[in-house]
């Protein structure tokens, strides 16, 4: 079991938590924030980011889907480029913040794009990044993984850097209210497939790891009986459940499926 380990991603977890990102990124800096279709406009969580913004010199784009594309994406990228970005805001779910490592990453590069998930270009810088999670599911939120697709080749690719870890997730568990029931389905089944990802391989003698993955498991089996009894505690524990079930802890040492 030779591993080694770091998150250095800081999390603030809980109710009115959007609040805190006005200490999270530097007043001097210049903010790209990056979102999907909307919904955020609808659920009151842009006005909570633009609020907790107020003062600072931001700017927004919007569109980033499920599986985003890099023809979308580098829009977002020329955007940093011609407005000197200094810090990319993700306010969604995996996808964007996804996304939002893409464009980190890509803005800080002179060739192109879908040369980082093809592996011709290793990522060793980016532009720092930070995300106000809306859907509980991959991690992507404290992890350095990021998977993309381009729409014109039907590629999707995955690239990992250290450069790309979120600076920080917030982490309100009431943003999970006015989501579609089928979506806290999905962000429930990723996290159980990504622990078992980490545990049904081979026997290694971790027990911390293996432990820690089998109280997750046992967590979200609970919250899976009780999915028509959603309450705060319900929504907190499965927020937190897919967080740790990809932040690199259980998978430290251990054989990996994917």
Aim: charged share 20%.
């Amino acid at each position: 079991m030779k591993f080694s380990y770091v998150n250095p991603t800081l999390i603030q977890f809980g109710q009115q938590q959007i609040a805190s990102l006005t200490d999270l990124i530097a007043k001097d800096q210049k903010v790209l924030v990056v979102y999907g279709g909307g919904s955020i406009k609808k659920n009151g969580v842009y006005d909570q980011v633009a609020a907790a913004l107020e003062g600072f010199d931001w700017v927004e784009f919007s569109g980033v889907g499920a599986n985003p594309t890099i023809e979308v994406l580098d829009q977002a990228v020329k955007i940093c480029k011609e407005q000197d970005i200094d810090f990319v805001l993700g306010v969604g779910g995996g996808s964007v913040i996804d996304g939002v490592k893409y464009i980190a990453a890509s803005a800080v590069y002179d060739g192109e794009g879908w040369d980082i998930p093809t592996g011709k270009h290793k990522v060793t810088s980016a532009l720092p990044i930070g995300a106000v999670l809306t859907l509980p599911a991959t991690g992507s939120e404290s992890n350095q993984g990021s998977v993309v697709s381009k729409a014109a080749t039907k590629e999707k690719l995955p690239f990992m850097s250290p450069a790309v870890q979120p600076k920080f997730a917030i982490m309100d568990p009431d943003v999970m209210k006015t989501l579609p029931q089928r979506q806290l389905v999905n962000g429930l089944v990723d996290a159980w497939v990504h622990t078992c990802e980490q545990y049904l391989t081979f026997p290694e003698g971790a027990l911390v790891q293996d432990g820690y993955a089998e109280a997750l498991l046992k967590a979200l089996k609970v919250l899976g009986d009780n999915f028509e009894n959603q309450d705060d505690a319900w929504r907190a524990n499965l927020m937190w459940s897919a967080n740790q079930a990809l932040n690199g802890l259980i998978g430290s040492g251990v054989s990996q499926d994917w």
